[in-house]
């Protein structure tokens, strides 16, 4: 049978039959006025596409806001400009609160069987630098970046080619393109949605400057020294990455566009004047003017934020730091919220399975050696000293919010049970001990596991000092190594780490049209598997096939999700995958519904006192939509 769904492009039940007929002057942003007066810009109706997205803001229970202010953020390296494009989230179609898809780029989009799917872009909607955001994008990026082998020489995104092939390409009209698979592939939209999304579109009418089909040689070599490119494909990717945007020439559809180009201390994004949403008062959001991103070291985010150096900020502080920050409520205008952590376990150990040691590999693929582990563990203990108890005792999978979720996939094997983890080691035939009481390898080699870590929170040096303990009474020792964050890394994805602690699974509230590749041995970053991730990362060419049979089942059940019909179908293929993932241990969570501390300007207004704090579904700040967040009292542009 065909189903077919379709999504028409307005948020919430506002309609503006023409959108800005009664917007005027007063609808302006003033930070706009200069290049107004100096016909520059074109006036507001001319700005926005025809119909615009309309969002709701006091449907959503907040304040409709005014235009002004600046806001500061503190990053800890230029990487981190990520952070702008991942809470702007201007996607194609995004998540709303409720993690529904709806159109956001897009005026509407449909499906068909999830293999047929048809996008309607918005008629007058522009880039930022105000040239059509129309269909030739969307060919430019299919036709002379994806299928160009030299900028695409893997063959295009795995999203794209789930089964092996790419999908059939078409233009329609101006402003409708489709993509058409054979077999379907629902995680396209969710992609698409995603916190660094699958690209399938770029502003063609720039990029082409950068492009050898485009571009005379002679330029485009003067091109490449100028930018320090060694080839033309290098300053393409350069030129026009758009999830890292550092280069500031570059047209984007986000409510802020980056002014300043690296290398810099201080990055400014200013209001895209071209952005496609408006409230219902028929105001352009962003209503906040700059965002002023300074970097600083990592390790003194959270003093620097508790000295009031921050208006809006939600990376570089831990639940560690709540109480620091909480003081600096008395000191400064500032305002710290607590939002809930989605992902699967705040920090999880993960036993490498494919390590490089063979005695280790071994006796790390022996299910009773893994469950034994996770029962040595005091995670009341954990959540109490830790988490002055504020957190919840789980193994790492999904959390009470997620429709998929179920308490025996929160409760396998967490029971703190130090005599069954003994009687587990001893079946396991690690009964053998020395004179310390730690138990032997088949080698005879002492137990003795290095955790490793990149350290970036005292949290995981307090974790691990009680798993320390834990395990020291069931005959384990367990020492820590600590490494900067790309070694820390490079050596799990190499398979020279014994056992890594991380997060925990990324969404943890995940509904069932979302991917459970997580679940599943699918990236070389994965630490509890990382050759069998490259196996499916690389079309296996590269890694190795797993060969424990519940791990190549987690691969076959995503296969399943890949090719299933319906929601119902998909659903109890996650159900079947998580009840695997945790009854294996294949990761050893600790306590997760923990709290993310936010912290906010005290003028700064519409910011949710609760919601859910994550990388995935949630893009952090992202689907709470901080375009509309503004400033009660201005503070100066200067």
Known sequence: MVTRRTFLGLLASTVLPSPLAAADVDNEPQYLADWLRAGQLPHLAKRLPKFPRVVNVAAMGRVPGHYGGSVRMIIGS????????????????????????????????????????????????KWSDGQPFTANDFRYWWEDVILN???????????????????????????????SWDDPNPGFLSILAAPQPLIIAGPAHYLKQFHKKYQDSIRLASLMKENRAKKWQDLHIKM????????????????????????????????????????????????IDRMILNISSSSIIAAKTGAGESDLQATGIDFSDYTFLKEAEKRYPVKVNLWKSVRGSRVALFPNLNSADPVWRDVLRDVRVRRAMSLAIDRREI???????????????VLPDSPLFKPEYASAWIAHDPDQANALLDDAGLARRDDDGIRLLPDGRRMEITVETPGESTLDSDVLELVTDHWRKVGIALFTRVSQRDVFQSRAMGGRIQMSLWFGLDNGAPTADMTPAELAPTTNDQMQWPLWGMYYLSRETKGVAPDVPEAAKLVKLLHEWEEAAS????????????????????????????????????????????????????????????????????RPNA
């Not at 159109?103 to 509407?108: G, T």
């Not at 200013?270 to 008062?281: A, G, I, L, S, T």
């Not at 109490?384 to 999978?397: C, D, P």
Request: aromatic share 14%.
């Open 240 to 287: 026009g990455r758009s999830y890292r945007p550092e280069n500031p020439n570059l047209p984007v559809l986000d409510p802020w566009k980056n002014t300043t180009a690296p290398p810099a201390e201080q990055f400014i994004f200013e209001r895209n004047p071209y952005f496609h949403r408006v409230d219902e008062n028929g105001r352009q959001l962003p209503y």
């Open 78 to 125: 230029q990487n981190d400009l990520r952070f702008m494009t991942i809470y702007g989230y201007a996607r194609l179609v995004g998540y709303d609160r409720n993690l529904t898809l709806q159109p956001d780029i897009l005026e509407s989009f449909s499906s068909v069987d999830d293999m047929v799917f048809t996008f309607k872009l918005r008629e007058g909607h």
């Open 383 to 397: 959540n109490m000293a830790v988490f002055y108890g504020l957190g919840t005792e789980s193994a790492n999978t």
């Open 149 to 179: 082998k030299e900028l695409t020489p893997g063959g295009g995104a795995l999203e794209l080619r789930p089964h092996g092939s790419l999908p059939r390409f078409e233009v329609l009209d101006e402003l409708t393109v489709r993509y």
């Open 567 to 634: 929601s119902f179908e998909r659903a109890e293929i996650w159900h079947n995958m998580l009840a695997i993932y945790s009854d294996q241990v294949f990761s050893i969570g600790l306590v997760n519904g923990t709290l993310q501390p936010i912290v906010h300007s005290s003028r700064m207004q519409n910011v949710p006192d609760k919601a859910l704090y994550g990388f995935t579904p949630t893009c952090y700040l992202g689907v709470y939509m901080p375009d509309t967040f503004w400033m009660k009292e201005d």
